[in-house]
């Protein structure tokens, strides 16, 4: 995470009450704020409802950020953190739908191979599956994993942004990674078997026209 050279000179005057620098720091890190969000979320209107509600908490706090680390790295955590509450707050709750599920991993991994229906057809419900894995994470688990595996974070950056020690960071991203482990083997099988059941379906429908 790059920290932008004006960003200093924003911050003192969005203390002192500044209305332009605070929309100029909000302009800054919009994107960052709502990548996190959609990240951990997998939601793009719970992803933007929940940005408002960081750049709340930014705003409420702006005055004890004491420059330890960077601004970016502060928002960051704020970002997480609030993620990670709301995670709790919906456990059970999932309302993803299959389509919201798939066109998240089409904006995570681009491929431009082209394939049989049987093909997109287990590329997509290997996608669900895996979204369906992330979400079975508890919210500590889901951010570490997210944060070193997509965000190719380090363990130090993780431990610095959740304000948590480095044994406890590796610690967290190992479990998490056995559990998506088991999970992914698990159902590994059940991703082989649709394609086989599906065109065997539509062999059948082709004999009968």
């Not at 719970?46 to 750049?55: L, N, P, V």
């Not at 950020?65 to 919906?90: G, H, M, P, Q």
């Not at 960071?169 to 059940?190: C, H, M, P």
């Amino acid at each position: 995470m790059e920290e932008k050279k004006e960003q200093p000179e924003w911050l003192s005057a969005a203390k002192q009450n500044d209305k332009k620098a605070w929309e100029k720091l909000v302009t800054e890190n919009e994107n960052l704020v709502y990548h996190v969000a959609y990240r951990m979320m997998q939601n793009e209107e719970e992803a933007k409802d929940i940005s408002q509600e960081i750049f709340i908490k930014i705003y409420r706090n702006l005055q004890k950020f004491d420059e330890k680390s960077t601004f970016s790295t502060w928002i960051y955590r704020i970002a997480v953190n609030t993620c990670i509450d709301a995670l709790r707050k919906k456990k059970g709750k999932d309302t993803v739908s299959w389509e919201e599920k798939t066109q998240y991993q089409k904006e995570t991994i681009t491929d431009t191979t082209i394939k049989t229906p049987e093909e997109t057809y287990l590329q997509k419900e290997k996608q669900v599956q895996i979204m369906d894995m992330i979400q079975n994470l508890s919210p500590e688990y889901r951010a570490v994993l997210l944060m070193r595996d997509m965000e190719n974070m380090t363990y130090g950056e993780i431990a610095e942004c959740l304000s948590i020690s480095l044994g406890t960071v590796k610690s967290r991203i190992a479990r998490a990674r056995e559990q998506f482990k088991k999970e992914f083997l698990a159902k590994r099988e059940l991703l082989v078997k649709k394609p086989r059941q599906i065109n065997k379906v539509s062999k059948k429908g082709g004999d009968t026209i």
